[in-house]
């Protein structure tokens, strides 16, 4: 249907190109133009700190990479990160979802203080929950010392550093599944509802057989966003731990940016920011190809 | 049992509300206090929650980091002149999608769209290296450009949203009418479009607002903004938290204004207009 609709008006004047040729100069000029020199820069061996001049070894920081178990493990702390950080927020959000999907009227009124979390400035929030965490003289912990829990390091502690940025990750963003999710329980529509009535279902099978097909969708949509979200943090992590301690917080994106601006070996980082892209994107791919499916309907 | 149900929902639901209210809101909360606490306070625990205020620590603020007020400007104006330039050309962008017919228009739109899954991290090496090359470090023409980048594939979906929900009769009654295509857009379109518009502005805004990991690389003297001023705070050898929560608190009470203003429209943003929450 909505291509039909640009025929009159296509007759009349054909300036589409003009409309779109701004946001493609941008496109081709900073987006584009970036990502090809990455790819470039990722086949060169460039190291700042040495005199060498830049040159092509092709694929051999890639080959380093993977015979590298540094990197296997920055992958491993990603993937955790990103897994833990999603199934835990949706596990808490989907249900807080489910049991105020009656109450949208005051969710409206207190909407602000759900979105904060994840609309305020991500380094002040990390640094706010440094404060909180800290070991000795932090707010959590004394918190927990009331109900009798001593003495937990959180962010200091190789054991419980990933966990507490976790924590933080979740904070921010169970609002946001709880919202979308929200959205999908008020989007829901009634007549199947009432047929399940008439046939006296049961709650169980009206939850089991009407709602969650209804919902999947916005479950999917959900997901997908925090799965790639989720893959791109970095300010967070930078500012409360920096990949420590020792490498247990270095997620894939710390890695490259410790690779480019601290080692300064520019080839190797690249190659790292190329296969972040390179798994951000079969995530993108899923996500376009589900918005595809769901415009066709 | 179904009454028991239903009572037990009345009880249950307005503690999950308080309950969660307190837990989104308690950590922005506890900054803006310890930001008025006196220094030695700040560490006591039981903690104190009423104290005299003092403005000490925004002081300080101003003594360890001397460019605030520079860091103010700079913040405001990337924000301000990216928005613009973010919104008026995804804008056009997105009602020649939403209007045109345009070969491959789709590849085009979805194009876009994986620009938004871009890791940052990934640009930051090769903008680098690229504003090294053409003497854009350390600038504000370098940062308006970063930004307008980050928030492009945003505002022409966003917008595309919008402009699919206005009827195309509108503009066709007016170009029957003798007036010219961007006439029909100035004089009809856009003023129907108004509050997607500022929605999609106040949006642009607050991703451009809270950038970081650009600013940490490409700036380090003239071109400063506000986030990379608390890594520097964090830096020093005794961290003053109360000065960290009071420059945190700045920087946030514009945002926190926004978030309000924009709050209907905050879900549609973060979902590329996919959700309308």
Known sequence: MKYSRGNLLSRVTNSGYLFLAPAMIILVGLILYPFLYAINLSLQEWDMFSSAERHYIWFRNYANLFGNPTFWRSLYITIIFSFLSVSISFSIGFPLASILSASSRIINVLRTVFLMPMVLTPVVIGMAFKFLMDPSTGLINYLLSLVGIEGITWISDPKTALISL????????????????????????????????????????????????????????????????????????????????????????????????????????????????????????LFVRFTKAREEL | MEEFIAYLRKIIVPIVLVGLVIVCFFPIFYIVLTSFKPADLVFSMPPVWIFK??????????ELVPDFPTRVFNSTVVAVVSTFFATTIGTLAAYALSRFEI??????????????????????????????????????TGLFLVHIMINLSFTVWMMRGIFDSIPVEYEEAAMVDGMTRFQALRRIVLPAAKGGIA???????????????????????????LPIALPKLDQMSIVQWEVVCACGT?????????????????IRGLTMGTVRG
Not at chain 1, 219 to 247: C, E, H, Q, Y
Not at chain 2, 203 to 210: E, K, L, P, R
Request: aromatic share 16%.
């Open chain 2, 103 to 140: 070969k491959a228009k789709e590849h085009f739109a979805f194009f876009i769209l994986s620009t938004r899954f871009a890791p940052p991290v990934g640009f930051v090496v090769p903008f680098y290296l690229i504003f090294s090359e053409v003497a854009l470090i350390d600038t504000l």
């Open chain 1, 166 to 285: 976790v924590i933080v990750d979740v904070w921010q963003w169970t609002p946001f599944i709880f919202l979308v999710m929200l959205a999908g329980f008020q989007g829901l529509p009634k007549a199947p509802y009432e047929a399940a009535q008439v046939d006296g279902l049961s709650k169980w099978q009206i939850a089991r057989y009407i709602s969650l097909p209804l919902l999947k969708p916005m479950m999917v949509l959900a997901l997908l966003f925090r799965a790639i979200d989720s893959l791109k943090t970095f300010d967070i992590i930078f500012i409360m731990t920096n990949g420590g301690p020792g490498d247990v917080t270095t997620t894939l994106n710390i890695s490259a940016f410790i690779k480019s601006f601290r080692l300064l070996t520019m080839g190797e980082g690249a190659a790292v920011v190329i296969i972040i892209w390179a798994i951000v994107l079969i995530f993108s791919d």
């Open chain 2, 250 to 266: 700045m920087i946030i009470i514009p945002m926190v204004l926004f978030t309000f203003l924009g709050q209907r429209y905050l």
């Open chain 2, 199 to 225: 929605a999609t502005a106040i949006f642009a805004m607050i991703m451009s607002w809270n950038e970081f990991v650009f600013a940490l690389t490409l700036c380090n003297l003239r071109a400063n903004t």
């Open chain 2, 53 to 62: 205020p003092t403005l000490k620590a925004y002081y300080r603020v101003f």
